[in-house]
């Protein structure tokens, strides 16, 4: 079957660095993008990896190995307005169609 | 431009009823994509649009769900003999083209409550 795996909840404190890990299971595979959602908001988009390695986008970063099925997105210097559900979507089966997991909540405290 | 807009923004309906909801991408994206969000879940894949293109429906539910396109511009998810299963928030997407797939431009969705 097709899946993809998230941690439900990760908290953590202003200034830290927190690593939201994905595995995915599915049929296809052509890249891993990820989403951040604030309460009642709407999805935006975060990043994009297509081939493995890291890619850097200020303070966040999201890595992906192809191999392993297996990515992560890094958010560092965490900040209160960081508290959202992240989610990772798999454009696999086919071109546009996007599976996403059911999504982190980041909890960033004082 | 302005973002992707979504109308209504909350729909009440009975069960039974038929619902229509409706999306405004913004202007010159060619890709439409309509998902659903339950309470506390990720979003599920519903429809995509490309250009002039057939529409991959394969993630409408039932045979209850259906949705159209006027050229690249509005969209219309319908949804028919509303069931209390069908309550959740209907968002859709848009992206560039269909080499952007992969970076969507999300609307703020319709919440659906059918009672």
């Known amino acids: 079957g097709q899946s993809l795996e998230q941690p439900s909840e990760v908290t953590a404190v202003e200034g830290a660095i927190v690593q939201i890990n994905c595995t995915y299971q599915?049929?296809?595979?052509?890249?891993l993008s990820w989403y951040q959602q604030h309460d009642g908001g709407a999805p935006t988009f975060l990043s994009y990896?297509?081939?493995?390695g890291l890619e850097e986008t200020g303070r966040f970063s999201s890595f992906l190995s192809r191999s392993d099925s297996y990515g992560y997105l890094l958010l560092q210097e965490l900040q209160m307005k960081d508290s959202a559900s992240y989610f990772c979507?798999?454009?696999?089966?086919?071109?546009?169609?996007?599976?996403f997991g059911a999504g982190t909540q980041v909890v960033v405290t004082p | 431009g302005a973002g992707v807009s979504q109308s209504p923004s909350n729909k009440v309906t009975e069960k039974g009823k038929d619902v229509e909801l409706r999306c405004d991408p913004i202007s010159g994206h060619t890709a439409l994509y309509w998902y659903r969000q339950r309470l506390g879940q990720g979003l599920e894949f519903l429809i995509y649009f490309q250009g002039n293109s057939a529409p991959d429906k394969s993630g409408l539910p039932s045979d209850r769900f259906s949705a159209e396109r006027t050229g690249e511009s509005v969209s219309t998810l319908t949804i028919q003999r509303t069931q209390q299963e069908d309550s959740a928030v209907y968002l859709c997407?848009?992206?560039?083209?269909?080499?952007?797939?992969?970076?969507?431009?999300f609307g703020p969705g319709t919440r659906l409550t059918v009672t």
């Open positions: 990896n297509a081939l493995d």
């Open positions: 997407a848009s992206s560039s083209n269909r080499d952007r797939a992969y970076e969507q431009y």
């Open positions: 599915t049929s296809g595979f052509y890249g």
């Open positions: 979507a798999v454009l696999g089966d086919s071109w546009g169609k996007f599976q």
